[in-house]
């Protein structure tokens, strides 16, 4: 499939799984643009609310007859080949593309495309780079892996050669992007129901490196062991701007935090003070992946005043250490981590921020990551007082019976860490009702829909 066929506005496209979060946000560009746009998807929610408003042709539930008059077909990694519209547009030798060769084939419409990678603080650092270009005024397109208030959204279509984009390394999919900068937070051991171990995690990310240009621009994290090791065995032909706190050519000195764990501090690239900097998110990996906006920022040449205006006015994403709201004086967040690091981090953030007792319900997130990461997981919630083990929320998986979420409390308990299980939503909203007391803080933490226990015990 060619990039002159995307090109082509009498096209109907069709998307299976409209819903999600990066598949709406293709399907809004090509509306923005035009093109007519159809999609399916298994719930309503208000994200296909929102598309049919704008223009699209949205199906509730995947079916065949779904497919009327589709040019083209794209569909995520989730969607299976038995799917039934899957089947059915091979029946009628429609093209298919999955949803990364898809976004790659835009991405080839622009000029300086930022392609944000890593296994954590994607959504946090393309957010916070989205904050710093709207300061520059340069109408640009912003695909995010969660809904950013600036842009009302997960998207934000412009018509300029600005082209930003989360890039995820699950199945390899980055590799059909086009990056001009490519930014890599860290690099950890995930997703490996696809990959076989770390190496094979950092041979991926080495050719994804290998797609940038020599012009282009190669932004990473110096303190990551990983991303150090392929740095060190490695000639690229890209430019290459490495920070970090300690390590790197842009550096965060003289780092300070507020009452509620937020971080000032001041950038040093090469030992030339920069500016200051002043964060409205909490904890250490949130000065890291500001740090990785600057370093992106400045490779795009934009201004001091867009940097430092844009990172003070990023208050987070939703889901990413959300304030909820307050009941009875308990503080209710709701967190997307779902991998060990991730969820070792907010904790850590958490720490500072204002409370009496944490209790955090952690969902974990399909079985393959759950066994493959058990030990690790097992390791990640000394920092707490009260954990909550919700059911092991399935996604694209199917339950096997060789892993569960009490074998998980278990191997936790044994660690004599305060830990629960229980099985439903209303039964752990009875739960915190019972025990949590003013001046607690509950949060809410998973890929999956944990965070309606959150919004269940609001209510």
């Known amino acids: 499939m060619s990039f002159d066929f995307i090109k082509d506005k009498n096209k109907k496209i069709h998307f299976i799984g409209i819903g999600g979060i990066s598949m709406s946000g293709l399907a809004e560009i090509l509306i923005k643009n035009n093109y007519k746009v159809s999609g399916s998807d298994m719930q309503s929610s208000h994200i296909t609310n929102k598309l049919s408003e704008k223009?699209?042709?949205?199906?509730?539930?995947?079916?065949?007859?779904?497919?009327?008059?589709?040019?083209?077909?794209?569909?995520?990694?989730?969607?299976?080949?038995?799917n039934p519209e899957y089947l059915k547009a091979m029946e009628l030798n429609i093209p298919l593309m999955d949803r990364a060769e898809f976004l790659g084939q835009i991405m080839k419409g622009?000029?300086?495309?930022?392609?944000?990678?890593?296994?954590?603080?994607?959504?946090?650092?393309?957010?916070?780079?989205?904050?710093?270009?709207?300061?520059?005024d340069v109408d640009p397109t912003i695909l995010v892996g969660g809904e950013l208030d600036a842009i009302c959204g997960n998207v934000l279509a412009g018509n300029s050669d600005y082209f930003i984009t989360e890039a995820c390394e699950y199945k390899a999919s980055f590799l059909k992007f086009?990056?001009?900068?490519?930014?890599?937070?860290?690099?950890?051991?995930?997703?490996?129901d696809y990959y076989r171990d770390i190496n094979h995690i950092k041979d991926t990310f080495k050719k994804f490196i290998d797609l940038i240009p020599?012009?282009?621009?190669?932004?990473?994290?110096?303190?990551?062991?990983?991303?150090?090791?392929?740095?060190d065995n490695n000639n690229y032909k890209c430019n290459i701007l490495t920070y970090g706190i300690n390590e790197g050519i842009l550096k965060a000195q003289n780092i300070r935090y507020n009452e509620s764990g937020c971080a000032s501090f001041d950038v040093y690239k090469e030992g030339h003070l920069l500016f200051e900097i002043n964060l409205n998110v909490p904890g250490q990996h949130n000065v890291l992946n500001a740090l990785a906006s600057i370093g992106t920022?400045?490779?795009?040449?934009?201004?001091?005043?867009s940097i430092t205006n844009g990172l003070s006015s990023f208050k987070g994403t939703h889901r990413r250490f959300e304030l909820k709201g307050t009941k009875d004086g308990v503080t209710v967040i709701d967190e997307y981590a779902h991998h060990p690091?991730?969820?070792k981090a907010t904790l850590s953030a958490a720490k500072?921020?204002?409370?009496?007792?944490?209790?955090?319900?952690?969902?974990?997130?399909?079985?393959?990551?759950?066994?493959?990461l058990f030990e690790d997981f097992s390791n990640s919630f000394y920092n707490i007082d009260n954990l909550i083990l919700a059911d092991i929320y399935a996604a694209r998986e199917k339950d096997t019976g060789v892993i569960s979420s009490t074998m998980l409390g278990d191997r936790i308990r044994s660690k004599n860490v305060n830990c629960v299980n229980l099985h439903s939503?209303?039964?752990?909203?009875?739960?915190?009702?019972?025990?949590?007391k003013a001046g607690d803080m509950l949060i809410t933490m998973g890929a999956g829909d944990v965070f309606k226990i959150g919004e269940m015990y609001l209510k």
């Open 55 to 82: 223009g699209a042709e949205i199906y509730i539930g995947h079916n065949g007859d779904n497919i009327v008059d589709a040019d083209l077909v794209v569909y995520t990694a989730a969607i299976s080949p038995e």
């Open 110 to 136: 622009h000029k300086y495309n930022v392609a944000v990678s890593g296994t954590h603080g994607k959504t946090t650092t393309t957010s916070m780079i989205a904050h710093i270009i709207l300061n520059e």
């Open 178 to 192: 086009f990056p001009y900068i490519a930014t890599i937070t860290n690099i950890d051991a995930d997703h490996l």
């Open 214 to 231: 020599k012009e282009g621009y190669l932004v990473a994290n110096a303190e990551d062991e990983n991303i150090k090791t392929i740095l």
């Open 297 to 305: 920022s400045l490779c795009l040449n934009f201004s001091k005043d």
């Open 341 to 343: 690091t991730e969820i």
């Open 352 to 372: 500072n921020y204002p409370h009496n007792k944490i209790y955090c319900v952690f969902q974990p997130h399909t079985y393959s990551r759950t066994i493959s």
């Open 425 to 436: 939503f209303d039964e752990i909203v009875h739960y915190l009702r019972i025990n949590l």
